[in-house]
């Protein structure tokens, strides 16, 4: 079966620092995604990774460990923009198919 | 920079009415899905289109739910009857193979259901 967990809600302050862990459990496995989606928008995309290690795009980084089925999205000097909801998606072998975690639903606060 | 182009942005329809959604890939997409996103949850696929064939419409409720893609390159999406728990956003996306970078979604549609 086909299984992502992310937590449900996150607050952190303007400024700071947060991270949005990711853990999954797919049938296959071809890269996990994060995409960004502000209330009442499509969801767009971040970040990447297929091998294990972090991938770094100027404020935000993304980690993978393909062994522990654990990924997480590093956003640094969080703004009110980033206020969102990031989604994880787990890309399977079969084809081009996603499957989505729920969302984590970011709160910055000023 | 290229885009998908969904259509209606919102609609509004009653129970028992029928509804329909329409979606162009980014040109040269041989890919289309169309999601389901409920609100505060993740998206959830429909179908998936490989030019005009359906690869994947298992979690498609096919007693009321319909998919097309004639051409293999715009989508029309139809629901009849709508029900009061179809309310969702509908997101069309479109990807080509080796695109590292995954789907590009479309705006969306936001329907309600009264």
């Known amino acids: 079966g086909q299984n992502i967990d992310q937590p449900t809600e996150m607050t952190a302050t303007e400024g700071a620092i947060v991270q949005i862990n990711c853990t999954y459990q797919t049938s296959g496995f071809n890269g996990l995604f994060w995409y960004q989606q502000h209330a009442g928008e499509a969801p767009t995309f971040l970040s990447y990774?297929?091998?294990?290690g972090l991938e770094e795009k100027g404020r935000f980084s993304s980690f993978l460990s393909r062994s522990k089925g654990y990924s997480y999205l590093l956003l640094k000097e969080l703004q009110m923009k980033d206020s969102a909801s990031y989604l994880c998606a787990v890309r399977d072998n079969y084809g081009q198919n996603f499957v989505f975690g729920p969302g984590t639903r970011l709160s910055v606060l000023p | 920079e290229a885009e998908v182009a969904q259509s209606p942005r919102y609609k509004i329809t009653e129970k028992s009415q029928a509804v329909a959604f329409w979606c162009d890939p980014i040109?040269?997409?041989?890919?289309l899905y169309w999601y389901r996103q409920i609100l505060g949850q993740g998206p959830e696929l429909l179908v998936q289109?490989?030019?005009?064939?359906?690869?994947?419409d298992s979690q498609l409720p096919k007693d009321r739910f319909s998919a097309e893609r004639l051409k293999g390159v715009d989508s029309t999406l139809k629901i009849q009857p709508a029900e009061l728990g179809d309310s969702a956003m509908y997101l069309c996306a479109s990807s080509s193979p080796g695109q590292g970078y995954g789907y590009t979604f479309g705006s969306g549609t936001r329907l309600t259901v009264v």
């Open positions: 040109s040269g997409h041989a890919t």
């Open positions: 990774n297929v091998l294990d």
């Open positions: 289109f490989q030019d005009e064939s359906v690869v994947d």
